[in-house]
């Protein structure tokens, strides 16, 4: 933290630090997890009738579906 001309707010500081210990105690995929989970239910969810939002395609099943011109080619 001690990077030259770095500034930190006292809140600032204490994410990095938390970040930190949660890769150190080796927590931090499980704590990714739930915070996706919590951002998908605060931007997503909630903004849809009964909290269901549509269920999800890959960008694969999406193009395959919708894609009638075949494969994409570079352009010169």
Do not use: C
């Not at 949660?22 to 909630?46: C, I, P, T």
């Amino acid at each position: 933290m001690e990077i030259t001309g770095a500034r930190w707010s006292l809140v600032g500081a204490e994410a990095v630090l938390r970040i930190r210990s949660l890769r150190s105690s080796g927590d931090f995929d499980e704590y990714w997890k739930h915070h996706e989970k919590m951002e998908y239910e605060r931007n997503h969810q909630a903004k849809y009738q009964d909290g269901k939002a549509p269920e999800l395609t890959s960008p694969a099943e999406a193009s395959a579906s919708t894609n009638t011109r075949g494969p994409l080619r570079p352009v010169k």
